[in-house]
Nanobody, 124 residues
Framework: QVQLVESGGGSVQAGGSLRLSCASSTYTYSSYKMGWFRQVPGKEREGFACIGSYGMTRFADSVKGRFTISKDNAKNTLYLQMNSLKPEDTAMYYC??????????????????WGQGTQVTVSS
């Protein structure tokens, strides 16, 4: 059973920064693609950042230039550095793992394993 655990969410003012982490003791990060998604109540879950097994990254236009995704394979931890946060970034944030390698994409169907989510709230 693969378990992904997010942490680092919270409340911040617009323009501030947060770093989310996604750790697992049962999933090997080095070989597989991973992603970050977010969801606002009443809307579909949106993929906005991912990292492929060779380190290639992909970002949605909404976060490009503000967010960075990285992973520490030795610690089996995925990170999301969020800078210049905006109120529209408020959402529940989820990390996801594909279970296989290659280039990554921002579609839910590519990911098999999901964390429980961590809330990010950005106030104006």
């Amino acid at each position: 059973q693969v378990q992904l655990v997010e942490s680092g969410g919270g409340s911040v003012q617009a323009g501030g920064s947060l770093r989310l982490s996604c750790a697992s003791s049962t999933y090997t990060y080095s070989s597989y693609k991973m992603g970050w998604f977010r969801q606002v109540p009443g809307k579909e879950r949106e993929g906005f950042a991912c990292i492929g097994s060779y380190g290639m990254t992909r970002f949605a236009d909404s976060v490009k230039g503000r967010f960075t995704i990285s992973k520490d394979n030795a610690k089996n931890t995925l990170y999301l550095q969020m800078n210049s946060l905006k109120p529209e970034d408020t959402a529940m944030y989820y990390c996801a793992a594909a279970g296989y390698g290659g280039s990554c994409f921002l579609t839910q169907s590519e990911y098999r394993y999901w964390g429980q989510g961590t809330q990010v709230t950005v106030s104006s």
